[in-house]
């Protein structure tokens, strides 16, 4: 059982930045791919980026190509989010989950976090 704890949302303002993490419970992190999604109220989970297992391929959604950038630190059990120029529509729930291997839809995932509040204001 991996346990996934996400951390860095907030308040911040349009244009502005945020760093998101995912931190896991087990040692074996490193076998994991991780995706993070976001949810906005009355809105469909979406999927952002994604990171396999080795940190050498990525893959982000269209909309945050250029601005948000995912990577992993293995020794430390954790994947990041670093997220520029983020806009008042980006305004969500962000979750990360972990999983064999990538994918594009979270149901794919086999364990997931509690989520982290992002709110961009205009």
């Known amino acids: 059982q991996v346990q996934l704890v996400e951390s860095g949302g907030g308040l911040v303002q349009a244009g502005g930045s945020l760093r998101l993490s995912c931190a896991a419970s087990?040692?074996?992190?490193?076998?994991?791919?991780i995706g993070w999604f976001r949810q906005a109220p009355g809105k469909e989970r979406e999927f952002v980026a994604a990171?396999?297992?080795?940190?050498?391929?990525?893959y982000y959604a269209d909309s945050v190509k250029g601005r948000f950038t995912i990577s992993r630190d293995n020794a430390k059990n954790t994947v990041y989010l670093q997220m520029n120029s983020l806009k008042p529509e980006e305004t969500a729930v962000y979750y990360c989950?972990?999983?064999?291997?990538?994918?594009?839809?979270?149901?794919?995932?086999?364990?997931w976090g509690q989520g982290t509040q992002v709110t961009v204001s205009s």
């Open positions: 989950n972990a999983g064999s291997d990538y994918s594009g839809s979270y149901s794919s995932y086999d364990y």
């Open positions: 087990e040692r074996t992190f490193k076998i994991y791919a």
């Open positions: 990171i396999r297992r080795n940190g050498g391929t990525t």
